[in-house]
Nanobody
Framework: QVQLVESGGGLVQAGGSLRLSCAAS????????MGWFRQGPGKEREFVAA????????SYADSVKGRFTISRDNAKNTLYLHMNELRPEDMAVYYC???????????????WGQGTQVTVSS
């Protein structure tokens, strides 16, 4: 079983930046593709970004492309999401996830963190 713990959320003014982190339990982190998803108030969970096992390839939702960057440090068993130019519509609970497939689909991931809240004020 892979345990995932997100951190780095908080309150930020529109136009500001945050870096989210997702710490994974030791052992098999490098064997998994990783993704970030978010769920805003009254909305379904949606894809944000994904990264392959090695970090060689990444993908992004159109809504965050050019503003967010996903990365991973396998030596530290940690996944990151760098968020720039934040907008009020980015306000959501952000979740990291691990799976055997590199995908934008929620159901392709096996393990999930508990989420971290990002609040954007205007």
């Amino acid at each position: 079983q892979v345990q995932l713990v997100e951190s780095g959320g908080g309150l930020v003014q529109a136009g500001g930046s945050l870096r989210l982190s997702c710490a994974a339990s030791e052992g098999t982190f490098s064997n998994y593709a990783m993704g970030w998803f978010r769920q805003g108030p009254g909305k379904e969970r949606e894809f944000v970004a994904a990264i392959t096992w090695t970090g060689r390839s990444t993908s992004y939702a159109d809504s965050v492309k050019g503003r967010f960057t996903i990365s991973r440090d396998n030596a530290k068993n940690t996944l990151y999401l760098h968020m720039n130019e934040l907008r009020p519509e980015d306000m959501a609970v952000y979740y990291c996830a691990a799976g055997r497939q590199y995908s934008a689909s929620t159901n392709r991931y096996l393990y999930w963190g508990q989420g971290t809240q990002v609040t954007v004020s205007s």
